[in-house]
Every structure is written in C-alpha cells, then in structure tokens.
C-alpha cells in the first residue's frame, strides 16, 4: 500500500492553533526500530476537525492513529508502518536477523556418518552379519563372538567386529548435529519484491546458503569454517542443508514477517538429490 498523500488541505501551514477552525499538521517523528522502519505524523485541531480527518485515515485498513481529546483542541497521531519523509524507500525496507540453532539427532548406529569413517567401511554383507549377530544373538553356552564371525571377503573386518563390541558395550545410536538456520525478515505491505521460494525443498550447500542467499560476512557465527568441510564417506549420503519453504505471516499492523529455515543433516542422494552449490 502506498503512503498516503499529504494533501495540501491537510497541512494549512506549520505553527500553532490560532483561532481559525480546521487541523494543523505538526513536525512528524521518524526512525527505525527492531520491527523497521516507522512514521509517525501528528496533527492539531479542534475537535470537529480532528474527527473528520481521523475518519480519512481510519478508512485506510491497517493504520495505527490515536486521537487525544483536550479542551479547546484536539490532537491526531498516525503511525505508519515505513518511512516516508526519511531516506529510506519505504518499497525496499525491511529488518533482517539470522540466527543459528544447535541442535542434534541420534542414529542407528549402523547409519552413523562417523567422522572416522568406520561404519562407512563396513560393506553391505557385514551389516547384515552384524543385524544377525544383535537379533539373534548366540546362546551363553556357545563360542564368544570372534573377527572372523564377521568375515565376508570384503575387508576391513577390524571394523565390523569394532562396531559389533560398541553395541555389546550398549551403544546402539550415533549423536549427530543437526543445527537449524533461519533468517527473519520483517517489512511493511509496501515491500515491493516478493520472496522468492527458489530451490525450497531442496538442499544446498554450505557454500550456497553463503553467497546465494546473501549470508551477511559479519555474523558472529561462520558456517562455511564450521560446516565446508564436511563430506561423506558413504557415496548413498550426502551433508547438506534441506530449505523449508518460509512461513509468511502478517505481524502487525501493515508489518509481515517471513522466516526461511535451513536444516544440516545427512541426507540420501537418491532422495533428495545432490546439495545444489553456488
């Protein structure tokens, strides 16, 4: 919604009431705050006057106004969701916040993406082996389990059998991050670029969040140092970050909000398709 115009019977001329009938606009008060950009006007008048006027703006859905009744005069204030007598292109401002959330999921342990590599090396026959081995244990009365229990002709036994004493020792998960980015945007209706919902239910690097989705430099935290890094050792998964399709709300008066959240994970190529990169 465009400001409204100042029309010039609005305005008169500046100063104080004097004995003529009618409303007087008074200097208006701008700025921003964590919500963005905001104006307020002021104007004063008798009583008639001011009603009338509050009418006018009253009729434009969404607008803030109070009117403050006195004797003698009357005053209007009218709050508008951007800022048109600042610098600021009220059809291009809005509030921006990123923040980062840790969070975490266990996995079966033979789904683990472990950073050693260990559980990746473990061929197909052996984790079945393995599934055998905990499903249908061996009676007390039999052989303790041994390495070559786990032996199928495709190596790296060592660790078939390592993994098989972590889940005799009574680990049965794998803790793995998980964290949560989102990006807040707040602006008024008179925004005039809408959100684009590209490449939402898809992953994305690290690397793409950065440069295609204006990740600002100056965060306090730094994914691609935390994050770019990461690579799977298992060529079914891959690390990347799922994007939600944003929630759009209306959070006040003429005030949207949109929140677009990232999720990192390990996810299946064959599923969800390579991380898109810059």
């Known amino acids: 919604m465009p ?27 701008w700025g921003r705050n964590e919500s963005g950009n905001h104006e307020s006007w002021v104007f004063e008048g008798d009583k008639t006057s001011i009603k009338n006027l509050a009418a006018t703006f009253a009729a434009q859905t969404g607008l803030a106004y ?3 009744e006195h004797f003698g005069k009357s005053r209007l204030e009218v709050q508008f969701p951007w800022n048109a007598d600042g610098t600021v292109n009220p059809a291009t401002d809005y509030v921006e916040r990123w923040e980062l959330f840790s969070n975490k999921h266990e996995k079966d342990l033979l789904d683990a993406q472990d950073n050693g590599g ?6 197909q026959k052996q984790r079945v082996k393995l599934r055998q081995a905990w499903d249908n244990p061996k009676q007390v009365s039999d052989p303790p389990y041994v390495q070559s229990d786990f032996t199928t002709g495709d190596g790296n036994d060592a660790n078939a059998f390592y993994v098989f004493n972590l889940w005799m020792s009574g680990m049965r998960g ?9 990006r807040t945007i707040i602006t008024s209706l008179a925004f005039t670029i809408g959100y684009t919902l590209i490449n939402a239910r898809r992953l994305v690097s690290t690397g793409y969040i950065a440069v295609d989705e204006n990740l600002p430099s100056g965060l306090i935290f730094n994914l691609p140092a935390y994050l770019g890094s990461d690579s799977s050792t298992d060529p079914l998964l891959t690390y990347g970050w799922y994007k939600e399709l944003p929630t759009i709300q209306e959070c006040a008066l003429l005030k949207w909000q949109i929140v677009q959240e990232w999720q990192y994970g390990w996810w299946p190529v064959g599923l969800y398709g390579a991380a898109i990169l810059p």
């Open 66 to 68: 109070e009117v403050t």
């Open 3 to 29: 400001a409204p115009l100042r029309a010039a019977p609005l305005r008169n001329m500046a100063g104080p009431i004097t004995g003529s009938l009618g409303t007087w606009q008074q200097p208006s008060t």
């Open 118 to 123: 260990i559980i990746a090396s473990i061929s």
């Open 174 to 182: 794998y803790l793995m991050g998980a964290p949560v980015l989102r």
